[in-house]
């Protein structure tokens, strides 16, 4: 469907010179203008809105020191999305010793990092004015838990969030010998893998992060519930027009089993994230169970 047929005017205004006819839905204000495009129209229309959009996009540079970036990501809040970012951290390190293993907790409006890593305190600042990871378990974790007080709420708006995105990724500012720069805000050294636990949705955070670091790939997280697999679907279909690679799907919730008689319990259903695997022709990379 064209971009004139899904066009909404509110009050009776009509496009002239369009062609079209402009049909008012029931008793509403609200008119829906059909035009009839040609081949051509629609090719140059196409054109037009990539030319428009391609304008102003940053441009992706690597985090310095960090090989490898690894989102972990639902379209669903309340999904274990942040629990299996650190799970996915602490393995990462436990599987190989060797490996340097960070964690950003991106989720501005509910950081949870903190709390499931047992950080408390803010950040030190280095000689270069950088931001110093907090280290436990042998994982360095950035978050902005770190940044504001335990119980004071953020209120922003989606360009403040943007920002504050950017800047524990890199901050811009004056060089003295070239007049402009980019640095990062964090130091965090050399690492193999930075686990980044993102926000729940599809908005302003997810674009920011897909938009100035290449990213190696996406875990979606999801429940077997029909309402969060919808969610996770979404989250999946985003990174794949931002051409961030899935790497597979988890499953949390999967079973629950009865500490006492141990009988098994599929509380929220069975096999939905295998199912959604299927159908976007994904891994399914684990099932976490309830015990």
């Not at 310095?64 to 972990?72: A, D, F, H, L, Y």
Request: aromatic share 6%; hydrophobic share 40%; net charge positive.
């Amino acid at each position: 469907m064209g971009f004139w047929r899904r066009f909404l005017i509110f009050g009776w205004v009509s496009l002239r010179g369009g062609g079209g006819a402009c049909v008012p839905l029931g008793g509403s204000r609200v008119l829906v203008c059909r035009r009839q495009l040609s081949g051509a129209d629609n090719e140059t229309l196409k054109q037009r809105r990539m030319q428009i959009m391609s304008r102003g996009l940053p441009k992706q540079k690597p985090i310095e020191g960090v090989k490898q970036v690894i989102v972990v990501a639902s379209g669903k809040g309340g999904v274990g999305k942040s629990t299996t970012a650190v799970n996915l951290a602490l393995a990462l390190a436990a599987n190989d010793s060797s490996k340097a293993v960070g964690l950003l907790d991106v989720d501005v409006y509910g950081p949870s990092i903190p709390k499931m890593m047992n950080l408390k305190g803010s950040p030190e600042l280095s000689q270069s004015n950088l931001m110093r990871p907090l280290l436990n378990y042998g994982i360095a974790c950035m978050s902005m838990g770190f940044l504001v007080e335990e119980t004071a709420p953020v209120v922003w708006r989606g360009l403040m969030v943007m920002s504050a995105i950017e800047k524990l990724l890199r901050q811009r500012r004056t060089n003295r010998d070239h007049g402009t720069g980019e640095e990062q805000r964090v130091d965090w050294g050399q690492l193999n893998y930075l686990v980044v636990d993102m926000p729940p949705g599809t908005g302003d955070v997810q674009l920011s992060v897909t938009q100035n670091i290449p990213i190696s790939g996406a875990v979606i997280v999801s429940t077997p519930q029909d309402i969060a697999l919808m969610d996770a679907r979404k989250g999946a279909e985003m990174f794949r027009k931002v051409h961030v690679p899935i790497l597979g799907l988890v499953q949390n919730m999967s079973v629950f089993q009865c500490p006492k008689c141990k009988q098994r319990t599929h509380i929220f259903g069975a096999d939905g994230a295998r199912r959604l695997a299927r159908t976007l022709d994904l891994d399914v990379l684990g099932h976490i169970s309830s015990f």
